[in-house]
């Protein structure tokens, strides 16, 4: 036989940023691996800097970063990570972005707008991204902005075997607190043998973050509603839904939500009375000063662990998720 034999062994490398370093532990932690030793800093002047301790090459590479604020720093130091795996000669580099960045500017929605969410897919080709691993995108179509796979993840199961004890079907309504969220809601009616109520929620084009409501499809009144949406930002959305639910005669409202953004205001009016429970991941890092006694924060380690094992092993992701992924 002619050519160099190999052993065909793999190696895993899995490095972190600086955002979350607690969700890249319990990853590594969940492999049974552990993080390479990474020298990240930031200079005097706003620059930042990365290089690992130990030898890349010809690794099977994954890049943990989570998009909290301020989420340039956190973008561009992922981007600085990448190349210097791409120069150091990883073998294939996955970018792991549980909350994929400028999500929800995915299209035009008036003239002279950006499609940052395509600019972010872009940046991470142009670093030397192979592949990008995420969680609950805003819009499923982002995928087709990265030219390579893209594992699309669901939160979903991690939450849902938070409520399957507590929820009655018999008196429940899953809401979608809008259009947008309408195809996720229905799963997870169908998951719970629930109907499905919609939101038609207003935003004002020219003010961030300001919603309204307009009307409530489905049934509510008397049922306990449980909104599911894929972030938490301002909370305004999903306040001002379980306002409207509760004036529609609602008995009760539970929110379900991947990504707790918690900008300001959201600890604050999340705590309203018309809201008995809130239950998030940690995609994003929730710290304590951001807690509350209703609200729940469920380790999304295990789910990216697995994920994370499967494209090493050459599995199937879509495996996880009852072939829907
Ligand atoms: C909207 O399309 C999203 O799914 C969220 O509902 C929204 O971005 C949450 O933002 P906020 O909490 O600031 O209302």
């Given at each position: 036989?002619?050519?160099i ?66 989420i ?40 002279r ?54 929820l009655?079907?018999s ?27 919609i ?7 020219l ?6 409501v ?21 909370g305004?959305?999903?306040v ?10 609602a ?50 380690a ?11 092993e ?7 998720f009852?072939?829907?992924?």
């Amino acid at each position: 036989m002619s050519g160099i034999e190999t052993t065909g062994s793999k190696r895993l490398v899995l490095v972190s940023g600086r955002a979350h370093p607690a969700l890249a532990e319990q990853i590594a932690h969940e492999l049974g691996s552990e993080l390479v030793p990474t020298d990240a800093r930031t200079f005097a002047n706003g620059e930042i800097y990365a290089r690992f301790d130990e030898s890349v090459r010809g690794s099977d590479a994954f890049v943990i970063q989570s998009h909290t604020a301020p989420i340039n720093e956190w973008l561009m130091e992922q981007l600085i990570m990448l190349d210097a795996l791409k120069r150091a000669s990883a073998k294939r580099i996955t970018v792991v972005a549980p909350f994929y960045p400028y999500a929800r500017q995915d299209k035009k929605g008036r003239g002279r707008e950006p499609i940052s969410a395509r600019l972010v897919a872009d940046l991470f080709k142009a670093a030397g991204a192979d592949r990008i691993m995420s969680i609950d995108l805003h819009a499923a179509q982002i995928q087709g902005f990265f030219d390579g796979p893209v594992d699309h993840l669901f939160a979903m199961p991690v939450l849902l075997e938070e409520f399957k004890n507590s929820l009655d079907p018999s008196t429940l309504t899953v809401v979608s607190p809008d259009m947008g969220r309408v195809r996720v809601a229905d799963i997870w009616s169908d998951k719970l043998g629930a109907p499905l109520a919609i939101i038609h929620k207003r935003r004002d084009p020219l003010v961030p973050n300001q919603v309204s409501v307009h009307e409530i499809i489905g049934p509510v009144e008397g049922r306990v509603c449980l909104l599911v949406d894929d972030l938490i930002d301002t909370g305004r959305t999903i306040v001002k839904a379980a306002e409207a639910l509760k004036k529609a005669g609602a008995i009760g409202v539970v929110v379900a939500a991947t990504h707790a953004v918690f900008s300001s205001p959201a600890t604050e009016i999340l705590q309203s009375d018309v809201i008995d429970r809130v239950v998030v991941t940690d995609t994003l890092p929730v710290p304590e000063d951001k807690r509350w006694d209703r609200l729940t924060v469920l380790p999304i380690a295990p789910l990216l662990a697995r994920a994370i094992h499967e494209v090493f092993e050459d599995g199937s992701v879509t495996s996880m998720f009852d072939g829907a992924a």
